[in-house]
């Protein structure tokens, strides 16, 4: 199942400086194009609905920036992966359960805010928790942050993207 995990900058690090080392999901964590996830949306094709499943792991991701103590870049990260997962529909459509940690060659991609996104980023980690409790202000902020798109990299692009921060 092509899942979608949440990540930072400092957990690519880890990933680049271990060569063939699995990436561990955080709690086991991910998000897919899930069953529930297709019922929860009148229309969309597959592509259009694991752009929602990316979205959803680029939302987690802020919650662990909120955590990330690095010196690096605040900006949010998803490592897209093959992985076995079975679907958690008690937490959210797209949300799933990873079957351990993934094997370096199951990354299929890993995609990265650009600089540009920076200061939403770092906006939108302060108030998440508020977001996710319905404060508008909270939400707004979220939602300045999800008009970026995530640049794509292929993992053996991750050694000069980390060079170049």
């Known amino acids: 199942m092509r899942v979608y995990l949440p990540a930072t900058l400092a957990m690519i690090e880890k990933l680049v400086a271990e060569p063939g080392s699995p990436f561990e999901p955080v709690g086991g964590t991910g998000f897919a194009l899930t ?10 094709d597959d592509e259009e609905l694991s ?8 939302r987690a991701s802020l919650r662990l920036l909120a955590v990330d103590s690095s010196d ?4 949010r990260v998803v490592v897209v992966a093959e992985a076995e997962a079975s679907p958690r529909p008690d937490l959210d459509d797209a949300v799933v359960k990873v079957a ?10 890993v995609h990265v805010d650009g600089a540009d996104a920076e200061q939403a980023v770092r906006a939108a980690v302060a108030v998440i928790d508020e977001a996710d409790l319905g404060d508008e202000d909270g939400e707004l902020a979220v939602g300045d942050v999800e008009d970026h798109d995530l640049g794509w990299y292929a993992t053996q692009e991750l050694p000069f993207l980390l060079e170049l921060l």
């Open 72 to 75: 690096l870049p605040v900006r």
């Open 35 to 44: 069953p529930a996830l297709r019922e929860a949306y009148v229309a969309g």
């Open 51 to 58: 752009e929602v499943a990316l979205r959803e792991a680029a």
């Open 100 to 109: 351990g940690a993934v094997p370096h060659g199951d990354i299929v991609a």
